[in-house]
T-cell receptor, first 117, second 112 residues
């Protein structure tokens, strides 16, 4: 079965540079989530999209932005990178189905590991 | 809104011993509950989930969890752990159409 695909898997950037992470959700899933997981920490919710519209916002810095495109893939753009942005970034997709009673179970990608030097 | 509390940040246990990882949640509406496992340097993998029906849920790798509505708990158990069970375990909650919330995780270390 198709899973959530993230790219790139590894990314190394310098401070103040820009990075873009991509996420391809499971087909027919209506919601995409982005999470940031620092070393030894639990995943922190950044932002989510439901049917291509931003649905919720967590602890996402102003330097970060995200969008979901017409083909449902999503991109997380990070600018003015800081050392503290080094983390594993997970994308997850789910079928929330607000009008169909979906469970919202999340299916995670393998993550994109960003290292800021 | 929903929230999840994992009461133990670290749980060491000897191989072949039983283990229980505790999870409590709070919510004003009916919820769905999940346990995810994260092995070192890997993504999160679903262990088991409670959506409705039987309160005892069985998952992969011999794990099970029991939904207790009166105590708002969803503790994870395994009767006999293996070295390969060493990982980070996350309890999570969602409600239909709403955001998904993680607990802070429990690090399970199985000692030979």
């Amino acid at each position: 079965a198709a899973g959530v695909i993230q790219s790139p898997r590894h990314l190394i950037k310098e401070k103040r540079e820009t990075a873009t992470l991509k996420c391809y959700p499971i087909p027919r899933h209506d919601t995409v989530y982005w999470y940031q997981q620092g070393p030894g920490q639990d995943p922190q919710f950044l932002i989510s999209f439901y049917e291509k519209m931003q649905s919720d916002k967590g602890s996402i810095p102003d330097r970060f932005s995200a969008q979901q495109f017409s083909d449902y893939h999503s991109e997380l753009n990070m600018s003015s990178l800081e050392l503290g942005d080094s983390a594993l970034y997970f994308c997850a997709s789910s079928l929330v189905g607000r009008f169909e009673g979906g469970t919202g179970e999340l299916f995670f990608g393998e993550g994109s590991r960003l290292t800021v030097l | 809104a929903q929230s999840v509390t994992q009461l133990d940040s670290q749980v060491p246990v000897f191989e072949e011993a039983p283990v229980e990882l505790r999870c409590n949640y709070s919510s004003s509406v009916s919820v769905y509950l999940f346990w995810y496992v994260q092995y070192p340097n890997q993504g999160l993998q679903l262990l088991l989930k409670y959506l409705s029906g039987s309160t005892l849920v069985k998952g992969i790798n011999g794990f099970e969890a029991e939904f207790n509505k009166s105590q708002t708990s969803f503790h994870l158990r395994k009767p006999s752990v293996h070295i390969s069970d060493t990982a980070e375990y996350f309890c999570a909650v969602s409600a239909a159409g709403n955001q998904f919330y993680f607990g802070t995780g429990t690090s399970l270390t199985v000692i030979p």
